[in-house]
């Protein structure tokens, strides 16, 4: 795929998330990645691995809206039901939240979906094109480098093809267009392969890193700057999960999300409950063993006003959240049992305290989110959660028919978010739709649940909520079949690349 304006910041990325100067970016030219000298050694290639996590949380294309993997997150949501903006505000993501945005072929969107997770991609290909040829006696630094270029290829594929490709359809051929998968650094204009492709693409993809992760040692990752969780078995464990959810495989997706769990259990991870619950999430690598995948910037790597909290916290001193802090959808909060600690992660009243009195103040305001600070952006982030995975497991077994065993894994996850919680489904279907609300419940605000309506064939239905008329326009209702489910790829791309196919306008 020609990614006419990215490939060479992609592929100078490598070279600049290594450590190179200024001045050797400007010498050695980008296509010339085996020659780099930054590549040299493993220990090299490892701090550009390090490179491409401090990438998930750096500022793109100039925009404020795009500050990594978790502005996407937020562009997910907001294209979803239950992440309200109660007013205009200063209007970020107001355009997205309107189903406008990923459906122009000129918008910062369309453009951005493609620019992230491409680079992402050709940064991994960029490694492991070399890999072989790097000299070093440590085959677990090796491994581990290997295994996490290949679950990085494999996940932002798998991003990508959620957003611009038609869903996946379990039990058909699904020779539908998927993305163009691109398994080396070559840049040259590449079709689309079908979506069936790039789902076996993907798992092959996670399958060498699987069996790579299992060749590394307990120590790979320990000395990570950024303060970053490596990928890990766990994790390839978990994106794994992921994916046989959203292909309808559900006895592999609850395989694997039961693999995942265990590594991560065994590694000291748990799920959090009482006060952890109400940490703000800006601290959750340091303040919990919850998080699988994440990154922890530190307060003087500042990132402004493309952080996730000056969006979704409720406490920054940001103008977007000032004017108009995220708010929740009142009909998914009235589903949450009164004993459940997450309905403290939404204030009902809008009369909750704030943090001055500029602050606007609306009902179902988010808690959930908490900035360390009033004037820093900065925050943990987590891009995987033990929770996800026991969700993954439930919903899985319930769709399989395994209510006893689906229930037995609800019950153990939401007994450390509501001490009184008891089942009430009476057959599997009714249970996967508990498990839902828990899942929308517990994920509010980290990018799933555009996702989630489209794997499921479900409409977006904001009606008779606290949505804003004005703010929505005419995405209140839009059905499962509505070809707006698929973004459209942004004219530069079309443009670059003449073997690409656009998506029905």
């Known amino acids: 795929m020609k990614l006419v304006k990215y490939t060479l910041l992609a592929a100078a990325a490598v070279c600049g998330l290594a450590g190179c100067s200024d001045s050797f970016m400007d010498t050695t030219p980008s296509d010339k990645i085996g020659e780099f000298t930054a590549l040299g050694s493993l220990e090299n290639a490892y701090v550009a691995v390090n490179g491409i996590h401090r990438s998930l949380t750096k500022q793109y294309l100039s925009f404020q809206s795009c500050g990594g993997e978790a502005s996407m997150n937020i562009f997910r949501d907001v294209l979803g039901d239950d992440l309200v903006h109660p007013t205009t505000g200063n209007g970020w993501y107001n355009s997205e939240m309107a189903w406008v945005s990923h459906r122009s072929t000129s918008s910062t969107l369309t453009k951005y979906g493609l620019y992230f997770y491409y680079q992402i991609v050709l940064n991994a290909n960029l490694i492991l094109d070399v890999i072989d040829d790097i000299e070093g006696e440590d085959t677990d630094l090796r491994n581990g480098i290997i295994g996490e270029c290949y679950t990085f290829r494999a996940w932002a594929h798998f991003n990508v093809l959620q957003l611009y490709a038609q869903r996946y359809e379990a039990g058909k051929e699904n020779t539908q267009p998927g993305i163009p998968y691109q398994k080396t650094a070559d840049t040259e204009p590449m079709a689309r392969n079908t979506v069936e492709e790039c789902y076996r693409f993907i798992h092959e993809d996670l399958d060498k890193a699987i069996e790579h992760f299992k060749n590394t040692g307990d120590s790979y990752g320990e000395e990570a700057p950024y303060e970053a969780l ?27 999300a039961d693999l995942a769990i265990q590594q991560a259990e065994s590694e000291g991870g748990k799920l959090m409950t009482g006060e952890e619950l109400m940490h703000g999430f800006a601290t959750i690598l340091a303040s919990t063993n919850e998080a699988m995948w994440g ?6 790597h500042t990132i402004y006003f493309y952080s996730f909290y000056a969006y979704m916290s409720w406490n920054f001193n940001s103008t977007a959240i000032r004017q108009c802090p995220r708010s929740v959808n009142k009909l998914l909060y009235e589903k949450i049992s009164d004993t459940d600690e997450r309905k403290q992660w939404w204030d009902p009243t809008g009369e909750a305290g704030v943090s001055a009195s500029n ?13 360390r600070s009033t004037g820093n952006g900065v925050g943990d982030y987590a891009f995987m959660r033990l929770a996800e995975m026991y969700l993954i497991k439930a919903e899985a077994l319930a769709r399989n028919g395994q209510q006893a065993e689906a ?23 009714e249970l996967a739709e508990e498990i839902m609300i828990h899942r929308r419940v517990e994920l509010w605000g980290e990018g799933f649940r555009f996702t989630d309506l489209k794997r499921l064939n479900l409409p977006l239905d904001r009606r008779n909520s606290n949505h804003v008329s004005s703010i929505i326009q005419q995405a209140e209702y ?3 079949d509505d070809i707006r489910w698929e973004f459209l790829f942004h004219d530069e791309e079309i443009n670059a690349n003449p073997e690409l196919e656009q998506n029905p306008v």
Request: zero cysteines.
């Open 478 to 480: 839009i059905e499962a």
């Open 295 to 300: 990154s922890n910037p530190q307060d003087d």
């Open 359 to 371: 602050y606007s103040q609306f009902p179902y305001q988010n808690r959930k989110y908490t900035a």
């Open 407 to 429: 229930q037995s894994v609800l019950t153990t996850f939401a007994l450390t978010r509501d001490p009184q919680y008891t089942a009430t489904s009476s057959t599997a279907a």
């Open 230 to 256: 490596h990928l890990s078995l766990k994790v390839a464990y978990g994106v794994k999960a992921r994916v046989y959810l959203t292909q309808h495989n559900y006895t592999e997706a609850a395989r694997y």
